[in-house]
């Protein structure tokens, strides 16, 4: 008995979406099986110079949209383009036409996943982006479905592989910054221009996805407070090692009283903390709510692996075309919640302070931080100085944002203190 087909548009044939189309051939029997269809590719859009590439592979490609959009037979279409335009104006064209939506592209989900949900809903379709938080690690509809049970009240993740694979590096071989960034370069594993990942934009645009759904309530980009990994020093890695850390570039969702608490930075996170070993270009992400208590996901982060979560999102909209059960992981932020301002998170903090080597200097830093209600669980002069100063290096107890604003201008003040070198928080 033959099977029915369903019929996929792809946008983009660059890594991912040469990656989808390679699994799509290579698995292409198990595919169908499991998905009660075969998935045929009935169109490929790319630039004018790679048609010629594609059809010499047996593919159908095209440099014009209006063919893919047009075309009644085509019922997903498969945005693997990246950036945000022309994607998300191509995904929610797509949309509007009745087509269902399959993206990679965190940078339209980010900004516009709103709009396109609801556009999505509208049209009975689906609109689906497993692929574009963690790689092939499944999240999202682990917590659109596996967890919908749950009340989320923490979610944290390594979602950068590039930040993760030069902290892991500076970690492991005491190496400066600029050195790991060039040697992550040449393999490939960071841009020619790395901002995007070492000022943790990227990181951002995944937790703005992922705290939205994790607790119900838009969040966009521009509500995520950003700080990236240039700044850290190897003796600020020493340092937190010594203390019982590891340090890594942490994407954070909270549910706190003063509003959802997301924000992306370097953190010391405790050795025995499940996400310190998360270690390389791998990305891991840790949940936790009421009733599952904690759950972590874990496994590779970007590159050919992304293609398993875009085709999970094939195989489920194909699925549900057979059944005529498309749309039923529409938009889940019926809440409206606010943003706590950065200035009223807490978290506890690890200060690097050079100061005058003479007698009174640590009282006198001590009462500074008492002044602005900060509390101290720990202050120790290190092994290194130099000539006439000393390095203490400071943690705090959990504190809001602002008293630890409040202190460093005050310590700026203090004629005993030379240098505030690093601030960083702990998350315990």
Do not use: W
Request: hydrophobic content about 45%; glycine content about 8%.
């Amino acid at each position: 008995m033959s099977r029915p087909v369903t019929k996929i548009a792809i946008l983009g044939a660059g890594t991912i979406g040469g990656s989808v189309i390679k699994v799509l051939r290579d698995n292409q029997e198990i595919i169908s099986q499991r998905a009660s269809t075969d998935i045929e590719i009935k169109n490929i859009l790319v630039l004018p110079h790679e048609i010629p590439k594609l059809q010499a592979q047996g593919l159908p490609a095209t440099n014009n949209y209006d063919e893919i959009l047009d075309d009644p037979d085509i019922s997903i279409v498969v945005e693997l383009m990246g950036g945000l335009k022309p994607a998300k104006d191509f995904a929610l064209r797509a949309l509007e036409k009745g087509k269902n939506v399959v993206t990679a592209n965190k940078d339209v989900v980010a900004q516009y996943g709103g709009e396109l949900l609801e556009a999505a809903e509208k049209n009975h379709v689906d609109y689906l982006f497993e692929a574009s938080v963690g790689g092939a690690i499944p999240i999202i509809m682990p917590l659109k479905r596996s967890l919908t049970g749950n009340r989320v009240t923490e979610i944290l993740g390594v979602v950068n592989g590039t930040t993760n694979y030069m902290l892991t590096k500076m970690t492991e071989d005491g190496a400066d910054y600029d050195t790991v960034l060039k040697e992550a370069q040449a393999k490939g594993y960071a841009e020619a221009n790395p901002a995007a990942d070492v000022e943790g934009k990227d990181a951002a645009r995944k937790i703005a996805i992922l705290a939205s759904i994790a607790f119900n309530s838009r969040v966009k980009f521009e509500d995520v407070s950003i700080e990236g990994i240039t700044k850290i020093t190897p003796k600020d890695i020493q340092h937190a090692a010594n203390l019982g850390y590891v340090v890594k570039l942490l994407a954070i969702g909270k549910e706190t009283e003063e509003g959802i608490d997301v924000r992306v930075h370097p953190v010391l996170l405790p050795k025995v903390h499940p996400l310190a070993s998360v270690n390389g270009v791998f990305n891991a992400i840790f949940v936790r709510g009421y009733p599952i208590d904690e759950a972590m996901f874990f496994g590779p982060g970007a590159g050919f692996p992304t293609a398993s979560a875009v085709i999970a999102d094939i195989i489920e909209i194909a699925r549900g075309i057979q059944t005529n059960s498309v749309g039923r992981f529409g938009c889940t932020c019926f809440n409206k919640k606010p943003i706590c301002p950065l200035e009223e998170t807490i978290s506890s903090y690890y200060i690097r302070l050079l100061v005058d080597d003479k007698p009174g200097v640590l009282g006198a830093v001590a009462t500074t931080f008492g002044n602005a209600e900060v509390s101290l669980t720990s202050v120790a002069q290190t092994a290194s100085t130099v000539e006439g100063h000393a390095e203490l290096v400071v943690v705090t107890h959990k504190v809001r944002h602002k008293n630890i604003l409040a202190a460093q201008e005050a310590l700026k003040e203090l004629p005993v203190v030379d240098e505030i070198s690093s601030v960083m928080r702990v998350e315990s």
